[in-house]
C-alpha cells in the first residue's frame, strides 16, 4: 500500500480508491455542503503524496462549473479546482500542494462554491 492511498483511508474510509496503471493514486468522494447539497470530488497525486490535484465531478449546481467562469468559481470546464496561487497546471507532478493540503483545500471549495451561488462572492480560506 502506497503512503497516498494511507492518507487517503485517514480522511475517508469510505472513499473509492485506487491505483493507475501510471502509478496515480486516485480517491473519489461525495462531500455535501452545510446545506446538505452533494458534490463529487476526485484527488490525484503521486504515491508518495507530495503532489496532489483536486476535480469537481458533480457540482449540485449543474455540470461542474455550476455555469460559472473559471476565474469566478476556481474550477474549469473539465473539473479541475484551483486549489492556490502556486498552481502551475493540471499534471500531478507539477503541483506543489501535498495531498491533504489539496483535500482540505477541494471541501472548502465545496463551500465556498455554494456560498458563491447563493450570494455572488466566492469567500478567501
Keep these: 500500500m502506497t503512503y497516498a492511498e494511507e492518507v487517503m483511508i485517514k480522511a475517508n474510509r469510505n472513499g473509492l480508491i485506487g491505483v493507475e496503471d501510471d502509478g496515480t493514486v486516485?480517491?473519489?468522494e461525495d462531500?455535501?455542503?452545510?446545506?446538505g447539497r452533494m458534490y463529487r470530488l476526485e484527488y490525484r497525486c503521486t504515491a508518495d503524496a507530495k503532489h496532489a490535484i483536486a476535480f469537481c465531478r458533480h457540482n449540485p449546481w449543474g455540470g461542474v462549473q455550476g455555469n460559472e467562469d473559471?476565474?469566478?468559481?476556481?474550477?474549469?470546464?473539465?473539473?479541475?479546482i484551483c486549489l492556490g496561487p502556486e498552481h502551475r497546471g493540471q499534471r500531478v507532478i507539477d503541483?506543489?500542494?501535498?495531498l491533504m493540503f489539496a483535500i482540505r483545500r477541494a471541501r472548502f471549495w465545496v463551500?465556498?462554491?455554494s456560498v458563491l451561488k447563493e450570494t455572488g462572492r466566492f469567500p478567501l480560506p
Design 31 to 35: 462531500v455535501s455542503d452545510p446545506d
Design 111 to 113: 463551500t465556498a462554491f
Design 26 to 28: 486516485v480517491m473519489i
Design 95 to 98: 503541483s506543489p500542494y501535498p
Design 70 to 80: 473559471y476565474d469566478v468559481g476556481h474550477v474549469s470546464e473539465s473539473g479541475f
